[in-house]
């Protein structure tokens, strides 16, 4: 016996309708930020009503939290996995990076939500982007570590400039390559391994 499903606006199932409207919140909301998104371009970019996004998601910010929940969760875990196979500490880097350009290799302005500088400063919104904020950092620190302590540095502050820098980087290099649809995944994994392979000898 087949499974029903939930039937939303002109015969497109619930589930599906609600991905087309994350899909086109997150580009939205990653292209103009918090502050700068209109819910009617979104409406415009799935084909429906403004009401139906307010039926579905509450508000702009209910919107916005799902959208930033979806790339959060999928980020963190994405990283999480990658950094529990474990491998020698001088590929971390170059793994964690590839781990990012797949997950939003489909999704890319995902990863700008995560450090939207026009979000709220209190609130729902405000306490979800920092806690994924917190647990990337978390990451770095534990991929600088293990990167300096091979190399037989332990300065618990010479972990958090690398991290620091790191994070830095990462953001750069993913707000360069947001930019270029052309440049897939793979493509972009493959430039990041020639660069710091001549730059670090990694």
Known sequence: MTE???VGTKGVPRGE???QILAAGTEEFGRAGYAGASMVEIA???GVTKPLLYQYFGSKDGLYLACLRRAGDQL???VAETMAAGGEPDRMPLA???AIFETFDQDRYAWKLLRDPTVPSTGEIAAAAEDYRTRLDAFALIGAGQLLGS???SDPVDTQVVAHVWT???DSLI???IDRPAESAAAMTDRCARVMAKLFGW
Do not use: F, I, M, T
């Open 4 to 6: 029903s499903r939930a």
């Open 17 to 19: 309708r609600e991905s």
């Open 44 to 46: 415009r970019r799935v």
């Open 76 to 78: 963190a875990g994405g």
């Open 96 to 98: 964690v990076l590839s």
């Open 151 to 153: 190399r037989g540095l």
């Open 168 to 170: 830095g980087v990462v």
């Open 175 to 177: 707000g360069w390559w």
